[in-house]
């Protein structure tokens, strides 16, 4: 007897093409919502444009985390709702298959994504967050090169003022440049110059060089009776950069951590209980996510089968928002469980305790009730509803049949 037969490649070609457009569409708009706020943060700070799709690529791991189980349930989702609204559910139904065979295939998928989902909030997430906390340091700290704002004045190292009003070839040909220099001898230098160029400093890499074409030096301050005024045809003005502290060691956060690591931080006499109520809200925070997924088939079959003679999208809708609501109160359960106000076992295996058993409802009412629904009444409300909004909409854009045309009213 064959494991996978005809019908359970011929399902899993219905789950898996929704399941995968799901999934891209799900990590592409949280992308793209990520992706606006980081260029205009970037900008702001002044660091270069591909600094934008590094942090986005480890954010990926996080979205991916997301965009999986809701993949997982909607391709099931849509895979049942096309056998159930073609009849094909009731021919098989009708030769002996039963709801929990026709799950072979999708629990195939579901266990393969949860073992990729497991390995991704394990160990890939936890080092992508501190890679993209790193960006984050070193592009607020200078460290990625931050440009000179053009038509702006830039503070440099609290004592250099420079304004450039307009630049070439990505920053390196500088034109009308105006700079303010205090010594630490309390004298001031106001430089001027036509144009002016960067140059890395060999002997210092601490400090670039910046020379200056055409232009003027005015020096006043104590000890000058009068300022003096130099005018060059070129001058080297050494700069001294900014200097980067190393960033933190990975850890600063408790979704920083490994799995592994969480445990022996709640384990160990010498965590806090703080750090102890951290680390097993976080731990229970990612096992509880990965198995959810377990149950996700069962909810997308219960929700996927319309009643009889209705085409109804209502399970597709409900699906999810259950999803979506049951990550949320998660997230809650974390944060409330990390500051120690609640035990981490109750905030956060209560709901999917509860969940769970709603789902395994759902899906006894839709696979072992006679015509069962387990989302009948709302199904039968929501086309109630959807009918009448219809008539509504309806009546506004149809135009009464004894209306007198404009023509004939001016005509009377």
């Known amino acids: 007897m064959k494991f996978l037969t005809a019908t359970d490649k011929y399902i899993a070609r219905l789950v898996i093409t929704p399941m995968l457009a799901v999934f891209v569409i799900a990590a592409s708009l949280l992308v793209l919502d990520k992706m606006l706020k980081l260029f205009d943060f970037v900008a702001t700070q002044g660091g270069p444009v591909t600094v934008v799709f590094k942090m986005l690529a480890n954010l990926l791991p996080e979205y991916a985390s997301l965009a999986i189980p809701l993949g997982l349930m909607l391709g099931i989702?849509?895979?049942?709702?096309?056998?159930?609204?073609?009849?094909?559910?009731?021919?098989?139904?009708?030769?002996?298959?039963s709801y929990t065979r026709l799950l072979r295939v999708p629990y195939i998928f579901a266990i393969a994504l949860a073992a990729?989902?497991?390995?991704?909030?394990?160990?890939?997430?936890?080092?992508?967050?501190?890679?993209?906390?790193?960006?984050?340091?070193?592009?607020?700290?200078?460290?990625?090169?931050?440009?000179?704002?053009?038509?702006?004045?830039?503070?440099?190292?609290?004592?250099?003022?420079?304004?450039?009003?307009?630049?070439?070839?990505?920053?390196?040909?500088?034109?009308?440049?105006?700079?303010?220099?205090?010594?630490?001898?309390?004298?001031?230098?106001?430089?001027?110059?036509?144009?002016?160029?960067?140059?890395?400093?060999?002997?210092?890499?601490?400090?670039?060089?910046?020379?200056?074409?055409?232009?003027?030096?005015?020096?006043?301050?104590?000890?000058?009776?009068?300022?003096?005024?130099?005018?060059?045809?070129?001058?080297?003005?050494?700069?001294?950069?900014?200097?980067?502290?190393?960033?933190?060691?990975?850890?600063?956060?408790e979704r920083e951590y490994f799995l592994p690591e969480l445990l022996k931080m709640g384990w160990s006499d010498q965590s806090s209980a703080l750090a102890k109520a951290q680390s097993w809200a976080s731990f229970n925070y990612r096992i509880t996510e990965v198995v959810m997924m377990f149950l996700l088939p069962l909810l997308a079959v219960a929700l996927a089968v319309p009643p009889k003679r209705s085409s109804s999208a209502l399970g597709v809708f409900l699906s999810i928002v259950m999803v979506v609501a049951?990550?949320?109160?998660?997230?809650?359960?974390?944060?409330?469980?990390?500051?120690?106000?609640?035990?981490?076992?109750?905030?956060?295996?209560?709901?999917?305790?509860?969940?769970?058993?709603?789902?395994?409802?759902?899906?006894?009412?839709?696979?072992?009730?006679?015509?069962?629904?387990?989302?009948?009444?709302?199904?039968?409300?929501?086309?109630?509803?959807?009918?009448?909004?219809?008539?509504?909409?309806?009546?506004?854009?149809?135009?009464?049949a004894d209306a007198p045309e404009e023509g004939e009213a001016g005509a009377a």
């Open 326 to 400: 049951y990550h949320k109160v998660n997230q809650y359960g974390q944060d409330v469980s990390s500051l120690g106000k609640i035990d981490p076992m109750l905030a956060l295996w209560g709901p999917f305790v509860l969940f769970a058993a709603l789902i395994m409802w759902m899906y006894w009412r839709i696979a072992y009730v006679p015509g069962g629904q387990p989302i009948g009444a709302l199904e039968t409300g929501f086309a109630k509803i959807s009918k009448r909004v219809a008539k509504v909409f309806a009546s506004r854009h149809q135009r009464p």
């Open 77 to 97: 989702l849509f895979a049942f709702r096309k056998l159930a609204t073609s009849s094909e559910l009731d021919v098989m139904r009708a030769v002996g298959l």
């Open 116 to 253: 990729l989902n497991l390995l991704i909030v394990s160990y890939l997430q936890p080092l992508s967050r501190y890679y993209y906390e790193q960006l984050n340091y070193e592009l607020r700290s200078g460290a990625l090169g931050a440009s000179i704002k053009v038509g702006e004045f830039n503070s440099l190292q609290d004592r250099t003022a420079l304004r450039v009003e307009s630049s070439r070839d990505e920053g390196r040909d500088l034109q009308g440049i105006f700079a303010r220099i205090a010594t630490g001898e309390g004298q001031v230098l106001v430089i001027s110059a036509r144009e002016g160029q960067f140059f890395a400093n060999k002997e210092n890499p601490d400090t670039v060089i910046l020379r200056l074409t055409d232009g003027q030096i005015v020096q006043d301050g104590p000890g000058v009776p009068s300022p003096r005024v130099l005018s060059f045809a070129s001058h080297d003005l050494p700069i001294d950069l900014p200097k980067i502290e190393q960033f933190r060691q990975r850890g600063d956060k």
